[in-house]
């Protein structure tokens, strides 16, 4: 095992790799049926959508530990699968069967770009402000995603946001949870992430925030889910809205994924394990149409298993594994509190923020599209429109300034690219 994963280069071990693994899976575990539901607007059957998102989370994870080496989670996007669902089928007309067909061209793209000296040119092309916001912005929308699971911040009467029924067991219990997570890190005590979740598990069943009831183990059906695999429908090929819709979600995929995979690889310390971290999630994606669901991404929950230890692929196995296992397992993942994960993404976003200090804020002209990155993530929920912005305003600025020639070309290629994807949002 040292001569795959190298335990001792990345000053790591076993065991903290298998802890981080677990807090991996634990903070993700919620994909499982959240992902489901989503699929299921779209027309895939429940059980079938559960199944589709625990072996494609299993392989991608699989593949991201022995290719990549690295402690990153691969799992269907949280956005993407929105746009699969409301954006492809909803509104753009197609079957279920032919989003899964787009989803495979999307992933060839992917791969094309991973496999090829693309994607060293677009990471080249993508200014340091530009990266360093990117890591920010997700950082923000981690706390907002776990104030917002446990209900502290709710939509608002008058307001976009309101503060949630304080008095609610599910919010006391994640303050706690939050006091006591942050005090476990900063005295790093082992397995501290891990800890806190069974501590604040425990303390949410006994005061109410959570109920045991309808834990149980069952093994779920498989004929509704061969309804789906491999279910990939071109009866649209010859309609150029398809290759249109394709090319666009291509590309969100893409820069979310360079986006997320930077943010980890700089977590871990490692800017050179990017390259075949990318290579693993577009092979994972290309995979994701043929399993039945939404396209996979490098998850921003991955962040926990990093922020626990997590510095080798081995992390990432562990967590696929137990993706795997939870096939028998579906009823007692679902009872896990809200108020158990929601203070590990809110500590692990509040780590993230700490780049800021990287984002030179003399220059406006770096600093502005940084800003309104970091801004635009959380407050559009979308890690792609959010970088969208700030790719496109970033050339524009420094043209207008007459620093056009600080942009690298291929940027302004990328940011034509995003204009084009907003246009077709608006067309289409």
Known sequence: MERLFKFNKYNTTIGREISAGLISFITVAYIIIVNATILAVAGIPMEAGIIATILS??????????????????????GLNAMFTYTIVQSGGFTWQEALTVVLVSGLIFVVVAFTPLAKVITTAIPASLKEAITIGIG?????????????????????????????????????????????????????????????????????GASLEGASLSMPSFDEYLLVFGQISWDQAGNIIFWITSLTFAMVIIFENIGLIHGHSNMINRPESSKKSLQATAVSVLSSGIFGTSPTVASVEAAAGITAGGRTGLTSIVTGFMFLASILFIPVIKIVPASAVSPILILVGLLMLQNIVSISMKDLTESIPALLIIVLIPLTYSI????????ILYPLIKLLMGKGKEVHPALYIIAILFISNFATQFVF
């Open 140 to 208: 923000i929308l981690l706390i907002l995603i776990g104030f917002e699971n446990a209900g502290i911040i709710i939509s608002g009467e008058h307001t976009l946001l309101a503060i949630g029924d304080l008095s609610c067991p599910t919010i006391i219990v994640t303050f706690i949870g939050l006091i006591i997570t942050i005090v476990l890190y900063i005295k790093n005590v082992p397995g501290n992430l891990l800890l806190s979740i069974i501590i604040t598990s425990f303390l949410s069943f006994w005061l109410g």
């Open 57 to 78: 989370s299993f392989i991608g994870c699989l593949m991201m530990g022995i290719w990549g080496n690295t402690p990153f989670i691969i799992i269907p996007g949280m």
């Open 384 to 391: 792609a429109d959010g970088m969208a912005v700030g790719f």
